[in-house]
């Protein structure tokens, strides 16, 4: 088995470190079957170097690849994953059948799909908990389903925010079938948030 750690020690520097897609590249991680992956404090940017370095954010550079590919176990704490435009389902993340995904305060924002879960898609038999993480501003442009979270496996949230995401069925969350799970928690003294999440479907809900 493979474990790899990326770590930013946030006491040895008062910059975030960012780490971006080079065009032409794939996914940027891809974690296979038996494989581990944690990922603590760092940006990862779906620009390109020369979107980066510009500052761009409207008509990026697209790609067939989502940014993360998960068929083993991932952890993502304190993780930023933005601007990914993807041709196909889960730009950000794409978390394989069961792989084991866990994210702690991570932001997922400003990423944008032509198919399902700009930000996250939870194939079959894949398990994903999710506590103190955002959802910003999502899209699903086809438009298709679950603008930021597609689950057809089992999903599990803690008091998450979803703001401003936006598909056709389902702007924030889509539960694709009866065998889909999906548990949102919260607290009288601590709730997730859902605001501003649009479907353009008018009999859907957001």
Same mark, same amino acid.
């Given at each position: 088995?493979?474990?790899?750690?990326?770590?930013?020690?946030?006491?040895?520097?008062?910059?975030t470190v960012t780490i971006n897609r080079k065009t032409g590249f794939g996914n940027m991680f891809t974690v296979n079957s038996g494989g581990r992956l944690t990922a603590q404090g760092v940006v990862m940017d779906g620009r390109t170097t020369e979107e980066l370095v510009q500052g761009k954010t409207e008509g990026l550079v697209g790609s067939s690849y989502s940014l993360i590919v998960c068929n083993g176990t991932l952890?993502?704490?304190?993780?930023?994953?933005?601007?990914?435009v993807r041709t196909g389902n889960g730009g950000a993340l794409y978390a394989g059948e069961n792989s084991i995904v866990t994210i702690n305060g991570a932001i997922f924002s @400003? +990423?944008?799909?032509?198919?399902?879960? #700009?930000?996250?898609?939870?194939?079959?038999?894949?398990?994903?908990?999710?506590?103190d993480a955002q959802f910003l501003n999502?899209?699903?442009?086809?438009?298709?389903?679950?603008?930021?979270?597609y689950c057809a496996g089992k999903f599990t949230d803690n008091y998450s925010q979803y703001i401003g995401n936006e598909a056709k069925n389902g702007g924030a969350v889509f539960v694709n079938n009866a065998s889909a799970v999906v548990t949102l928690t919260g607290t009288d003294t601590?709730?997730?948030?859902?605001? @501003? +999440?649009?479907?353009?479907?008018?009999? #859907?809900k957001g």
């Open positions: 088995d493979e474990n790899i750690l990326i770590n930013v020690d946030e006491s040895l520097s008062d910059d952890n993502l704490d304190d993780v930023t994953v933005r601007y990914v @400003d +990423n944008q799909v032509t198919g399902q879960a #700009a930000a996250l898609y939870i194939d079959k038999a894949a398990e994903v908990t999710c506590t999502n899209k699903s442009t086809t438009p298709n389903n679950g603008g930021a979270v601590r709730k997730g948030l859902f605001k @501003d +999440n649009k479907s353009s479907d008018s009999s #859907a």
